[in-house]
């Protein structure tokens, strides 16, 4: 029987627009008990975090900090037009 550990996801999880893009951010904790930063652009694409930070917080703070110096823009990716459109 395989121990699939729960998901806890932050209540600091939200939807950040700036400069015409948008991100969903999730935060949740790992195994460890140590909070993930993930963000996903409008087009599916995915960044996390290499580190684990020890408050949700602190994972917020951090991706707020780096939108503020390095522009949204970094976490944006491009459309992947192979897989065409969904009607």
């Known amino acids: 029987m395989l121990n699939i550990p729960e998901i806890i996801m932050s209540p600091l999880c939200q939807t950040i627009e700036r400069d015409g893009h ?7 904790q790992d195994d460890e008990k140590k909070w993930i930063l993930e963000t996903v652009d409008i087009y599916g694409n995915s ?3 290499d580190h684990h930070f020890n408050t949700d917080n602190d ?3 951090e991706l707020l900090k780096a939108i503020k ?5 970094e976490f944006v990716g ?4 192979s897989l065409g459109t969904i009607n």
């Open 69 to 73: 110096s390095e522009g949204i823009e």
């Open 59 to 61: 994972a917020l703070e």
């Open 22 to 28: 948008t991100l969903e951010v999730h935060i949740y």
């Open 78 to 81: 491009e459309e992947d037009k």
């Open 47 to 49: 960044c996390v975090f």
